[in-house]
């Protein structure tokens, strides 16, 4: 009668801690044998004198980073990541901020705009950087030949006298590229990420705004903007660490040249760690990077929560 | 002279017709209170008041000037939306300061201005130890003051309220609805204010527009609204329970049920119409027994009757009655729409 009740039987799936444990599981195994790993296994090899020609692993202590931080090549390398780190990220928080406004605007084919600007966040890296390779080519460049063809190149132009402006073999210039190119493909995540902040304010706030009397400008700079920062810290997060550890489009670009300009730390461990074999260095490399950031990640979210306000 | 003057307003939302051709004029320091169902378009009227959305046809006048292409900050309005919409991170002191600091450039408010306009009104309204506080640190009734003080701040000609009470719970609804009367009364503003609860309607208005389906059905008084509608809707919509509306052949009639009563309750029977009224179920509210039943030969619609507890009748389920209602007290509705008409023959109808 009252079997179904009183069933002695228990399930699995009844247990509150099997289910919780099983549900974890797939968000555990990635990050344990994906992330956690590997990290653990670049701390290891950062203390050691491993090679890839001499797997034994023998702890000498700090030796490697001594040695990476007393050269020369990788101060500037660390200099250009940060370099670069922060100026792209300068810009990539104005244009996303800009292309927010616009995009959470009315207006027609707005659709169409939102898809067209979100395009390079949804190519693969590789291949955008194979398309500004093209597009920055020392020879056959479109931007020399648009400029060429309007006066700004070639004999008594405004810019060179030269055909070329040499963009990924320039110091400056190639910094500028290699900058360029990360604003370019990582806006797009930071403006969908503000899109969606500035969509959650509520209409009633704007509104009232409106009849307070705010034009444009004071709503943008003490409505909008201070109600999606701790969004906006988010954005800001995601990408610096995406360009902190990217070594893609350097890679493709200039594999860090001209000389040293565009190298940095991602790529140089890649280059001295797997191109060169030493993986102990390489490690030791990559692992300078993990305070820095560590203490950026502490620091932003600290930010975001005091200015959480809802 | 009327203050705001809405001509033959009309607001389409691709087909649906929120707001369709309202005739209004809104007399200077009166306490207006517009009433309908949720959807009948009363918020979008006021939006449109307000300047927050454009007629898709007809003009607003505030203060003799067409305002109608104007944008909110030119109309001389304040609003205190349902939500409240506190701007949620900055205290009060700048919640209150927001719209002089963005009125700042035409009214030429320096900082000492806007100090001592902010800290009156926050004196007035009793939150002056409140002002370095965040809107998340008040409770829902400091919250409404806050955005009454914010609205009340620049001294504006029109007060728009959407539902500013709802949010609260009952006990300090009353309260506030008080406050709000009293506030309203003493600083001499016009104001319009939006609801759907019938309560608020009839103690808060000096007037009350009912509005349902885009359209006024009627403007007046709360008592003359309540006792003489234009229509069924009005007639149903105010009064809780609602009029017991009985269908008869070409028209229907109605009468509240606090109005039928007991025969030998009534003190002019002679003038009054006899029911025979079977009593379904009873319910003790406390202060009145609200009776379910039945008229003869309308054992279809079920009718109600409110008599008072103290009246000592005894009155028992499943039990013949006869009930009285003053013959001013019902009213006849053409059946096709829904207007008042003049009194009808009853006879054959009972």
Redo the contacts between chains.
């Keep these: 009668m009252t079997s179904a009740v009183l069933n002695p039987r228990r399930y699995l799936m009844d247990d509150r801690r099997f289910v919780g444990v099983l549900f974890l599981a797939p968000a555990l195994l990635y990050i344990l044998l994906l992330v956690g790993l590997p990290f653990l296994l670049a701390i290891a090899f950062g203390f050691s004198d491993v090679t890839v020609g001499n797997t034994e692993l023998n702890f000498i202590g700090f030796d490697n980073f001594a040695a990476v931080w007393g050269n020369d090549i990788f101060r500037q390398v660390f200099g250009n990541t940060v370099m670069f780190t922060l100026v792209s990220q300068v810009f990539i928080l104005i244009f996303a901020n800009i292309l927010a406004i616009i995009f959470t605007q009315e207006f027609t084919g707005k659709w169409f705009a939102r898809f067209i600007f979100i395009l390079p966040w949804a190519t693969p890296v590789s291949l955008a950087a194979i398309g500004w390779l093209w597009m920055l080519d020392t020879k056959y460049s479109p931007i020399d030949y648009l400029l060429l063809q309007t006066g700004f190149l070639g004999p008594n132009g405004v810019l060179s006298n030269s055909r070329n402006l040499y963009w990924l073999a320039n110091p400056l210039l190639s910094q500028i590229s290699v900058i360029f190119v990360q604003v370019w493909r990582m806006t797009p995540l930071a403006t969908v990420i503000l899109m969606a902040g500035l969509s959650s304010i509520p209409t009633d706030i704007l509104d009232q705004a409106e009849v307070d009397g705010s034009r444009f400008m004071r709503t943008l700079l003490q409505i909008k903007l201070p109600l999606i920062l701790p969004i906006m810290v988010i954005a800001l997060l995601f990408s610096m660490i995406t360009m902190f550890g990217d070594m893609t489009v350097v890679y493709v670009l200039t594999r860090g040249g001209p000389v040293d300009y565009t190298r940095i730390i991602g790529l140089y461990s890649f280059q001295i760690g797997i191109e060169g074999g030493n993986l102990a260095q390489g490690a030791a490399m990559a692992l300078f990077a993990f305070p820095l950031l560590l203490a950026l990640a502490l620091l932003m979210l600290r930010v975001a929560s005091r200015a959480e306000v809802r | 002279m009327s203050l705001v003057e809405l001509r033959d307003i009309k607001k389409y939302f691709d087909n649906v017709r929120a707001v369709d051709g309202i005739e209004l004029a809104i007399e200077d320091g009166e306490f207006l209170v517009i009433l309908g169902p949720s959807g009948c378009g009363k918020t979008t009227l006021m939006?449109m008041i307000?300047?927050?959305e454009k007629p898709t046809a007809g003009q607003i006048f505030i203060g003799g000037e067409d305002v109608t292409a104007l944008?909110?900050?030119k109309r001389g309005?304040?609003?205190v939306?349902?939500?409240y919409?506190l701007?949620?991170?900055m205290n009060v002191f700048n919640n209150i300061a927001?719209?002089l600091?963005?009125?700042s450039r035409e009214k030429k408010y320096d900082k000492r201005a806007i100090r001592d306009k902010v800290e009156n009104t926050a004196r007035l309204l009793e939150i002056d130890m409140l002002l370095d506080r965040?809107p998340?640190q008040l409770s829902g009734g400091q919250r409404q003051r806050v955005a009454i003080g914010?609205a009340m701040v620049?001294q504006p000609a029109l007060l728009l309220l959407d539902e500013p009470l709802s949010n609260l719970d009952a006990k300090l609804r009353a309260n506030a609805r008080d406050e709000l009367k009293e506030f309203q009364r003493s600083s001499n503003i016009t104001a319009v204010f939006v609801t759907h609860d019938q309560i608020e309607a009839m103690g808060l208005g000096d007037r009350i527009v009912v509005i349902s389906h885009g359209k006024i059905q009627q403007v007046g008084t709360p008592q003359h609204i309540y006792d003489d509608p234009a229509n069924e809707f009005v007639a149903t919509f105010l009064g809780s329970p609602s009029m017991n509306i009985l269908r008869a052949d070409g028209f229907s009639f109605g009468f509240r049920p606090e109005n039928f009563l007991p025969k030998t309750l009534a003190d002019n029977p002679e003038n009054s119409r006899i029911f025979h009224y079977y009593v379904k179920r009873v319910e003790y509210l406390g202060s009145d027994r609200l009776l379910y039943g039945y008229v003869q030969s309308h054992d279809k619609e079920l009718t109600l009757a409110k008599v008072p507890s103290n009246v000592r009748v005894s009155l028992d389920v499943d039990s013949n009655y006869e009930f009285a209602v003053h013959n001013s007290d019902i009213k006849f509705f053409d059946k096709t729409t829904g207007k008042r008409v003049e009194q009808q023959n009853l006879r054959g109808v009972l």
């Design positions: 939006r307000a300047g927050l944008p909110p900050r309005v304040s609003m939306f349902q939500s919409a701007y949620p991170h927001f719209p600091k963005a009125q965040r998340r914010r620049t």
